[in-house]
């Protein structure tokens, strides 16, 4: 028997595209990647059960734009034509279903480590990251042009595989995070300083994106609320940018927070009581009274009524899960006939297998 209608199980329109119902799998890395960055059938598997689950939006795990970008093993590449042939079989596993599927376009920046990208990690400016023990390099302004034609080709590479979209990746601590973080940019250029000059780089991805795959190629991008650091990014500021990319033809915000530095991410332990899930949609809502695109509200989402409450209240247009869909892909679809009405994830954070994501919790309760 179906559940009587939640506005959860409603369309939205996200740029061009319509996604059928508001639940998002939050980009989530999967380990299944070929080392040089090739994605894998298992992959293609995972998408094919999340649409089979209903999911309305699937976005892949991140993707790296340059190998200097890369921030762990088994993570899919996306810098080469070469590339293009093996994504066309991840967009083609949800062909068929109402589901949409976007790639995350990455750059890991002082987040990744030299064993990976094969030289010192980049950013905007040379501050050390206590939690990777990294000294980056500051990046020149040629660095920093090439790092937007990096993005843009993505893109590209993205919509010749047959993606519905991209979403850009500026949250945790990752380059374009630190690029928007006062306390990571200390530049003094037109790439640093006022929030206009911290978002430029942003600014020109996507202006270069919407000229390189029109302005119907929806992007969207996960965006840091807050790096849990006080001298750190505000929301308020966090806000001001997204309303300055949204006027660039944004098509959609996923807000997040988290900095390795800041020694909290997103992805946070422990069983929270229900009034405390959706931890990051306290900060949505900032976003969604700015805004006119649709914002997806994140972090810690697990009981139906909760999630529905979200939308109805205006907090947020769509609701975004990782580990729920982890935990099992089927879960919206059950959502949907009344088969479930929580998640039985625990956020325990055993998922994160460097040989492939799975539940821990499960494994270990057979
Ligand atoms: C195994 C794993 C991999 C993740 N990989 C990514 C990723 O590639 N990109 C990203 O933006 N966030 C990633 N995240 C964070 C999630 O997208 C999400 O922000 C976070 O887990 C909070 O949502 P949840 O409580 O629904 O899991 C990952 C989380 C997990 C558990
Ligand atoms: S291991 Fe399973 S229960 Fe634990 S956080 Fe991951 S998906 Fe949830």
Request: aromatic content about 10%.
């Given at each position: 028997m179906a559940r009587p209608p939640s506005v959860l199980f409603t369309p939205i329109q996200v740029g061009s595209v319509e996604i059928p119902n508001r639940f998002v799998r939050s980009?989530?890395?999967?380990?299944?990647?070929?080392?040089?960055g090739t994605p894998t059938e298992r992959q293609a598997e995972v998408y094919r059960k999340l649409a089979e689950g209903e999911v309305g939006l699937i976005i892949t795990g991140h993707a790296y734009v340059n190998p200097e970008g890369k921030a762990s093993p088994r993570q899919t590449g996306i810098f080469d034509d070469r590339f293009i042939g093996p994504l066309s079989r991840l967009s083609s596993a949800v062909l068929g279903t109402p589901s949409r599927i976007f790639v995350q376009i990455a750059h890991a920046g002082r987040q990744s480590k030299k064993r990976l990208c094969g030289g010192t990690p980049i950013a905007p400016s040379a501050v050390f990251d206590p939690s990777s023990k990294v000294h980056p390099r500051e990046m020149t302004a040629a660095d920093i042009r090439a790092t937007v034609e990096d993005f843009v080709q993505a893109a590209r590479r993205a919509q010749e595989a047959g993606f519905d979209g991209v979403q850009i990746h500026a949250a945790h601590g990752y380059l374009l995070s630190t690029f928007i973080s006062p306390h990571t940019n200390r530049r003094t250029d037109e790439w640093g300083g006022s929030v206009e000059n911290r978002s430029r780089i942003l600014v020109e991805i996507i202006r270069g994106i919407k000229t390189v795959c029109g302005p119907e190629f929806p992007v969207i991008i996960k965006l840091n609320s807050t790096d849990f650091l006080p001298t750190g990014l505000s929301v308020e500021d966090a806000v001001a940018i997204a309303r300055i990319l949204e006027a660039e033809g944004l098509d959609g915000v996923e807000v997040s927070g988290g900095m390795a530095e800041s020694g909290r991410g997103s992805v946070w332990q422990g069983l929270r009581a229900e009034d405390e899930e959706g931890y990051f949609t306290e900060n949505a809502a900032k976003f969604k009274a700015a805004l006119k695109i649709p914002v997806s509200g994140l972090g810690g989402n697990r009981t139906l009524a909760v999630m529905d409450k979200f939308i109805r209240q205006g907090r947020a247009d769509m609701i975004s899960l990782s580990r729920p869909l982890i935990r099992d892909p089927f879960l919206v679809r059950k959502f949907r006939f009344g088969e479930a009405v929580k998640s039985e994830c625990v956020s325990c954070n055993k998922c994160f297998n460097p040989r492939g994501i799975s539940c821990g919790d499960l494994k270990r309760a057979k």
């Open positions: 980009a989530t890395h999967e380990f299944m990647a070929e080392d040089d």
